[in-house]
């Protein structure tokens, strides 16, 4: 007989007694195989739009300004956060024109009629909230005791004034019973650059909602225009050439701006403007607001009929500036 291997007490059996082995035999000479864990169930991945939305985002980090159009395409939104600090109101299938701008847009700009001792004014505004606060220029309504405002769509109001700010020529008035308006998205003009091609829309000459195009066609310019409501009234009634007076670079254009003024630095633009297009939008081609304008040179008034109208010398104040000013203007400032 073939003598164990085992010497007395080595290889003993640590399963002895185990359940998992009770009803297995154990040969007394040879160690039981060792036992193995069951390996785990593999984990189900994910998937739906959780997991593809994620993977959009790693994406992203690569492609930059392909985000918003890679989650636009897959929620099927119209209307998407951009990649820069702007939010994009323009459809995508208009994404870049003016047309696509002017649709967007146009629903919250206003014509602006306001009445004075003074004279009379036409000027334009910007919806800002639903319930029908507007932003415009403060020479467009200044010393107004009158304010009648007519929507994109025809709808007149009255307005009141809720505060003005003379030193940036801002002013924000309040339509009377209204709701449901719809509101204008103020953009970031720090991240306006000079060749960007800008949207205006407006009343110029009492015409609502003209637009017009062009591109910026310089920053920060330091323009001067008048306080006084004796001379913002002018604009718009084509009775004393009909222009909004404004100073640069040591000059007068469109005639005297009196001996009340202010100084703010501007966007300028070669988008047409004329008189009445105060106070109105200058929009960038995603649809944001980034200006107010409020300045122009016009050549109305010159001998020669073919110098009339807009030469392409406009300006704007920054929405920034505007959007700075709001909770003074909404205190009822009235300086």
């Given at each position: 007989?073939?003598?164990?291997?085992?010497?007395?007490?080595?290889?003993?059996?640590?399963?002895?007694?185990?359940?998992?082995?009770?009803?297995?035999?154990?040969?007394?000479?040879?160690?039981?195989?060792?036992?193995?864990?069951?390996?785990?169930?593999?984990?189900?991945?994910?998937?739906?739009?959780?997991?593809?939305?994620?993977?959009?985002?790693?994406?992203?980090?690569?492609?930059?300004?392909?985000?918003?159009?890679?989650?636009?395409?897959?929620?099927?939104?119209?209307?998407?956060?951009?990649?820069?600090?702007?939010?994009?109101?323009?459809?995508?299938?208009?994404?870049?024109?003016?047309?696509?701008?002017?649709?967007?847009?146009?629903?919250?700009?206003?014509?602006?009629?306001?009445?004075?001792?003074?004279?009379?004014?036409?000027?334009?505004?910007?919806?800002?909230?639903?319930?029908?606060?507007?932003?415009?220029?403060?020479?467009?309504?200044?010393?107004?005791?009158?304010?009648?405002?007519?929507?994109?769509?025809?709808?007149?109001?009255?307005?009141?004034?809720?505060?003005?700010?003379?030193?940036?020529?801002?002013?924000?008035?309040?339509?009377?019973?209204?709701?449901?308006?719809?509101?204008?998205?103020?953009?970031?003009?720090?991240?306006?650059?000079?060749?960007?091609?800008?949207?205006?829309?407006?009343?110029?000459?009492?015409?609502?909602?003209?637009?017009?195009?062009?591109?910026?066609?310089?920053?920060?310019?330091?323009?001067?225009?008048?306080?006084?409501?004796?001379?913002?009234?002018?604009?718009?009634?084509?009775?004393?050439?009909?222009?909004?007076?404004?100073?640069?670079?040591?000059?007068?254009?469109?005639?005297?701006?009196?001996?009340?003024?202010?100084?703010?630095?501007?966007?300028?633009?070669?988008?047409?403007?004329?008189?009445?297009?105060?106070?109105?939008?200058?929009?960038?081609?995603?649809?944001?607001?980034?200006?107010?304008?409020?300045?122009?040179?016009?050549?109305?008034g010159a001998s020669s009929s073919a110098a009339a109208?807009?030469?392409?010398?406009?300006?704007?104040?920054?929405?920034?500036?505007?959007?700075?000013?709001?909770?003074?203007?909404?205190?009822?400032?009235?300086?």
């Amino acid at each position: 007989m073939t003598e164990s291997l085992r010497d007395s007490g080595e290889y003993e059996n640590p399963y002895q007694g185990d359940q998992q082995y009770a009803t297995a035999p154990v040969n007394p000479e040879w160690p039981p195989p060792p036992a193995y864990a069951p390996a785990p169930a593999p984990k189900k991945r994910k998937r739906g739009p959780v997991a593809l939305l994620a993977a959009v985002a790693i994406v992203a980090a690569a492609i930059g300004g392909g985000t918003a159009y890679g989650i636009q395409e897959l929620t099927g939104n119209d209307t998407v956060a951009s990649s820069s600090t702007s939010t994009n109101v323009v459809p995508s299938s208009q994404k870049g024109t003016v047309s696509g701008v002017a649709k967007a847009v146009s629903p919250s700009i206003v014509e602006i009629s306001a009445d004075s001792n003074a004279g009379s004014s036409t000027g334009s505004g910007v919806i800002i909230t639903s319930d029908g606060e507007i932003i415009t220029n403060n020479h467009v309504v200044s010393g107004a005791s009158q304010i009648k405002v007519t929507t994109d769509d025809g709808k007149p109001y009255t307005a009141k004034v809720v505060g003005t700010d003379s030193k940036k020529d801002l002013a924000l008035i309040k339509l009377e019973n209204a709701s449901g308006l719809k509101t204008a998205t103020l953009g970031d003009s720090a991240g306006v650059g000079v060749g960007d091609q800008v949207v205006a829309i407006g009343s110029p000459e009492g015409l609502t909602g003209t637009v017009t195009s062009g591109i910026i066609s310089a920053l920060d310019r330091d323009v001067t225009v008048s306080t006084d409501e004796s001379q913002g009234q002018e604009q718009g009634q084509g009775q004393q050439g009909g222009e909004w007076p404004f100073e640069f670079g040591g000059r007068e254009f469109n005639g005297d701006t009196g001996s009340d003024t202010t100084t703010y630095k501007a966007l300028q633009t070669d988008a047409s403007l004329n008189p009445g297009n105060s106070g109105g939008a200058l929009i960038d081609m995603n649809g944001n607001i980034i200006g107010i304008n409020s300045a122009m040179y016009s050549a109305a008034g010159a001998s020669s009929s073919a110098a009339a109208g807009s030469v392409g010398l406009g300006f704007a104040i920054p929405i920034n500036t505007v959007k700075a000013d709001l909770a003074t203007l909404r205190a009822g400032s009235t300086d």
